[in-house]
């Protein structure tokens, strides 16, 4: 008896040994709380840090291959909602899975933590989580009540398809806790897809563009702004068109703490104008 506790106790300690990430957020969580080591396989668009893109792809995003998973032998496997078929079928086969979320800034917290108490490493996860809430706090009384509006992707033709951060994405929190709104309002739980009368309509004060594939298709910020500039809205009267071109943008995990950190700067920038 005595012994079997004390193989139990080292399943907790230890934990899982062959962890496979099935997003890139997922991906950077991990390594940023010291579990890098345990991953034996991640997507195709997990590049950061620099030892992930050496690491075993099994298919990307929304299409990971269950065979693939399966030859890397993984004890756990962390998705995100979006996989529920998959882990579904993992879960049959014997193999443990997690499922988290990361589409608002509580999601967020709540994953990295639960992440944090899987690779036992809650004091890391305090630690990342704690940088966060202080990057969140610095956004604080620097503008208020301006309306602001995140755009996802490269665009320099505004007439139609323009994917907006809605409410139900952290970019919304981020904005009500810095004392602003979102120019967008809509109580639709779908991706808020635009046109340009839409996005007149919204006349934001404030626009960021998130871009992080600017350079490789070939943009230049200003390339992107310039559109922009054209419309009747307050933010293009005041120059208030700013691009997020780092390749974080858009990825909750982590490095939430940059984007805050680009965040407070675009804020600060308005400011003077």
């Known amino acids: 008896m005595k012994l079997i506790l004390i193989l139990l ?3 907790n300690l230890f934990g899982y040994e062959r962890i496979i990430a099935l997003s890139p957020s997922i991906n950077e969580i991990i390594y940023a709380l010291d579990g890098g080591g345990k991953i034996v396989g991640n997507t195709e668009y997990s590049t950061f840090p620099a030892q992930a893109i050496n690491k075993p792809k099994v298919g990307g995003y929304f299409s990971p291959s269950l065979e693939k998973i399966l030859s890397l032998k993984p004890d756990l496997v962390i998705m995100q909602t979006n996989n529920q078929e ?9 193999i443990k899975t997690k499922i988290i979320k990361l589409k608002t800034l509580k999601d967020i917290t709540t994953s990295i933590k639960d992440i944090g108490d899987i690779l036992n490493q809650t004091s890391k996860a305090k630690a990342i989580l704690d940088t966060i809430q202080m990057k969140l706090n610095d956004t604080q ?3 208020k009540n301006k309306k602001i509006l995140f755009v996802i992707g490269q665009h320099t033709n505004l007439e139609k398809r323009i994917f907006v951060a809605g409410q139900n994405l952290y970019f919304d929190d981020i904005i009500t806790i810095s004392g602003n ?6 109580t639709r739980v779908g991706q808020p897809v635009l046109n340009m009368e839409n996005i007149i309509a919204t006349n934001p004060d404030i626009v960021i563009l998130l871009a992080p594939l600017m350079a490789k ?15 009747p809205i307050n933010a293009s009267k005041n120059g208030n068109i700013f691009v997020e071109e780092r390749e974080y943008a858009g990825i909750p995990s982590d490095r939430l703490s940059l984007f805050l950190e680009d965040f407070k700067g675009f804020l600060q920038n308005a400011k003077t104008k």
């Open 9 to 11: 106790l080292s399943l």
């Open 86 to 94: 998959i882990a579904t079928k993992l879960e049959r086969l014997g």
């Open 141 to 143: 009384n620097i503008q």
């Open 181 to 186: 709104k979102n120019a967008f309002q809509s």
């Open 217 to 231: 298709e070939g943009f230049t910020k200003q390339d992107l702004i310039n559109p922009w500039l054209k419309l």
